[in-house]
């Protein structure tokens, strides 16, 4: 991960190196790699492959309106407003996206575009540094939390050698499924950004 700078977000000092913030916590993509919960979607870029890649979650499968699809701007953009079940009105009512030109939910999902979702990862899912593929995530929020280990703290201390006053300010917290093995989160990549 030194040398993925995505979207050139973080500049190239100090990546993947131990104070690198990516290593916080175990994230999402990775939780499902593994949990075997990774599909390869360049086959079937559609609203029936989003469905069947939604039926690789585990029960509960987010049916109760917890599941969000996580999508890259390039994927939205480039795939899914084109889906034709959503395109036209005839299909999709006044929130079809030739008229409202975005797609909000897409099979009761909520659709959240997130530029930390990339497009220039390999056929594998992973970054290598070479083409230009994307992917998207199907996530039941219900099963992940944000924990805090301990609240903020801020500690000065005055250097008066130097004449200065350093503050530093701290927080622990945790990201994590409150299921250990569970596909809660699937990874589909290998989707073509353009």
């Given at each position: 991960?030194?040398?993925?700078?995505?979207?050139?977000?973080?500049?190239?000092?100090?990546?993947?190196?131990?104070?690198?913030?990516?290593?916080?916590?175990?994230?999402?993509r990775a939780y499902a790699a593994d949990n075997s919960a990774t599909v390869d979607g360049s086959g079937a870029?559609?609203?029936?492959?989003?469905?069947?890649?939604?039926?690789?979650?585990?029960?509960?499968?987010?049916?109760?309106?917890?599941?969000?699809?996580?999508?890259?701007?390039?994927?939205?953009?480039?795939?899914?407003?084109d889906f034709e079940e959503i395109q036209t009105i005839d299909k999709f009512g006044p929130s079809a996206s030739?008229?409202?030109?975005?797609?909000?939910?897409?099979?009761?999902?909520?659709?959240?575009?997130?530029?930390?979702?990339?497009?220039?990862?390999?056929?594998?899912?992973?970054?290598?540094?070479?083409?230009?593929?994307?992917?998207?995530?199907?996530?039941?929020?219900?099963?992940?939390?944000?924990?805090?280990?301990?609240?903020?703290?801020?500690?000065?201390?005055?250097?008066?050698?130097?004449g200065v006053i350093n503050c530093v300010s701290t927080v622990r917290k945790a990201f994590f499924s409150i299921?250990?093995?569970?596909?809660?989160?699937?990874?589909?990549?290998?989707?073509?950004?353009?």
């Amino acid at each position: 991960i030194e040398s993925w700078n995505a979207r050139s977000r973080w500049g190239s000092s100090g990546l993947g190196g131990a104070g690198d913030h990516r290593r916080c916590w175990l994230g999402l993509r990775a939780y499902a790699a593994d949990n075997s919960a990774t599909v390869d979607g360049s086959g079937a870029e559609t609203l029936a492959g989003i469905l069947s890649d939604r039926s690789q979650l585990d029960s509960p499968h987010g049916t109760a309106g917890d599941l969000v699809m996580i999508v890259s701007p390039e994927y939205y953009l480039a795939k899914m407003l084109d889906f034709e079940e959503i395109q036209t009105i005839d299909k999709f009512g006044p929130s079809a996206s030739v008229v409202s030109g975005s797609v909000s939910k897409i099979a009761g999902m909520p659709v959240i575009l997130s530029e930390f979702v990339t497009a220039d990862l390999h056929t594998s899912g992973l970054f290598t540094g070479s083409l230009a593929k994307t992917g998207y995530l199907l996530v039941n929020r219900n099963r992940w939390k944000m924990g805090v280990r301990r609240q903020a703290l801020v500690e000065v201390d005055k250097d008066i050698t130097r004449g200065v006053i350093n503050c530093v300010s701290t927080v622990r917290k945790a990201f994590f499924s409150i299921d250990s093995t569970k596909k809660n989160v699937v990874w589909s990549y290998n989707h073509s950004s353009s």
